[in-house]
C-alpha cells in the first residue's frame, strides 16, 4: 500500500486558517486521498477526499498538488472543535489503515 | 451525512465473558464494513474487512475464533469478542462504506471495552 508522511503535530490561532501537510510520493494514479479527523474517545470523521483536483467542501479544502506526491488539507478558519488527529489516508479500492496522523492543537 | 450507529458504546465484564458489539448503517446500504482496534495513544488498527454475506477477512495477527464477525445484512455487521480477556480491552470502532471503493468509510462513535 502506498504510504503517507504527516508532522506528528501542529499547533494554531483560534481564528486563523490551517494548512496541513501530506506526502504520499509513492501514490499510484489511481489513489484516492482521503482526510478523516479524530476527536478523542470517538470514531474518525470524514473531512474530505480527492483524486486530482483541487476539492471543497463545508469543512475544508484539499489541495493536490500537479504531481500527485502531495496534498494540503486546509482549515480556512480553525475553531477549538477542530483540535482533533488529522489523517491523511490514500485508497485504491481497497481497504483504509490509518497512520499516525497529526494532532493539531488549537491555541484560544 | 451517512450515519453509522455503533453499540454499546462502553462496556465492562469480568475477565471470561463474550462481548458482541453491533454496528448499523442507518441510511444506506453497506456492502463493506470493517472493524478497527485502538489502543491508547495509537492509531487505528485494522482487525478485519466483511462483505455481505461472505466470511470475514482478518489482518495478520487477529485471531478468527477469538474475534467472530458476522456480517447477514447489508445494513448490520457484528462483532463478539470471545472470552475476553483485560488484553483485550481496547477502543472498538467499526466503519462501513457502500458499493463504490473509493467513496468514504463512515464510521461509528466507537465501544470502549474494559476486562476486568
Same mark, same amino acid.
Given at each position: 500500500?502506498?504510504?503517507?508522511?504527516?508532522?506528528?503535530?501542529?499547533?494554531?490561532?483560534?481564528?486563523?486558517?490551517?494548512?496541513?501537510?501530506?506526502?504520499?510520493?509513492?501514490?499510484?494514479?489511481?489513489?484516492?486521498?482521503?482526510?478523516?479527523?479524530?476527536?478523542?474517545?470517538?470514531?474518525?470523521?470524514?473531512?474530505?477526499?480527492?483524486?486530482?483536483?483541487?476539492?471543497?467542501?463545508?469543512?475544508?479544502?484539499?489541495?493536490?498538488?500537479?504531481?500527485?506526491?502531495?496534498?494540503?488539507?486546509?482549515?480556512?478558519?480553525?475553531?477549538?472543535?477542530?483540535?482533533?488527529?488529522?489523517?491523511?489516508?490514500?485508497?485504491?479500492?481497497?481497504?483504509?489503515?490509518?497512520?499516525?496522523?497529526?494532532?493539531?492543537?488549537?491555541?484560544? | 451525512?451517512?450515519?453509522?450507529?455503533?453499540?454499546?458504546?462502553?462496556?465492562?465484564?469480568?475477565?471470561?465473558?463474550?462481548?458482541?458489539?453491533?454496528?448499523? %448503517? *442507518?441510511?444506506?446500504? #453497506? $456492502?463493506?464494513?470493517?472493524?478497527?482496534?485502538?489502543?491508547?495513544? !495509537? %492509531? *487505528?488498527?485494522?482487525? #478485519? $474487512?466483511?462483505?455481505?454475506?461472505?466470511?470475514?477477512?482478518?489482518? !495478520?495477527?487477529?485471531?478468527?475464533?477469538?474475534?467472530?464477525?458476522?456480517?447477514?445484512?447489508?445494513?448490520?455487521?457484528?462483532?463478539?469478542?470471545?472470552?475476553?480477556?483485560?488484553?483485550?480491552?481496547?477502543?472498538?470502532?467499526?466503519?462501513?462504506?457502500?458499493?463504490?471503493?473509493?467513496?468514504?468509510?463512515?464510521?461509528?462513535?466507537?465501544?470502549?471495552?474494559?476486562?476486568?
Amino acid at each position: 500500500d502506498a504510504k503517507t508522511t504527516q508532522p506528528n503535530s501542529m499547533e494554531s490561532n483560534e481564528e486563523e486558517p490551517v494548512h496541513l501537510p501530506c506526502n504520499h510520493s509513492t501514490i499510484s494514479g489511481t489513489d484516492y486521498i482521503h482526510w478523516y479527523r479524530q476527536l478523542p474517545s470517538q470514531g474518525p470523521e470524514y473531512v474530505i477526499h480527492g483524486l486530482t483536483s483541487n476539492v471543497n467542501n463545508r469543512m475544508a479544502s484539499l489541495a493536490i498538488a500537479e504531481d500527485r506526491k502531495s496534498s494540503t488539507l486546509i482549515l480556512h478558519r480553525a475553531t477549538l472543535r477542530d483540535a482533533a488527529v488529522y489523517y491523511c489516508i490514500l485508497t485504491n479500492n481497497n481497504d483504509m489503515r490509518f497512520g499516525a496522523g497529526t494532532r493539531l492543537t488549537v491555541k484560544p | 451525512g451517512a450515519v453509522v450507529s455503533q453499540h454499546p458504546s462502553r462496556v465492562i465484564c469480568k475477565s471470561g465473558t463474550s462481548v458482541k458489539i453491533e454496528c448499523r %448503517s *442507518l441510511d444506506f446500504q #453497506a $456492502t463493506t464494513m470493517f472493524w478497527y482496534r485502538q489502543f491508547p495513544k !495509537q %492509531s *487505528l488498527m485494522l482487525m #478485519a $474487512t466483511s462483505n455481505e454475506g461472505s466470511k470475514a477477512t482478518y489482518e !495478520q495477527g487477529v485471531e478468527k475464533d477469538k474475534f467472530l464477525i458476522n456480517h447477514a445484512s447489508l445494513t448490520l455487521s457484528t462483532l463478539t469478542v470471545t472470552s475476553a480477556h483485560p488484553e483485550d480491552s481496547s477502543f472498538y470502532i467499526c466503519s462501513a462504506r457502500a458499493y463504490n471503493p473509493n467513496q468514504p468509510q463512515h464510521f461509528g462513535d466507537g465501544t470502549r471495552l474494559s476486562i476486568l
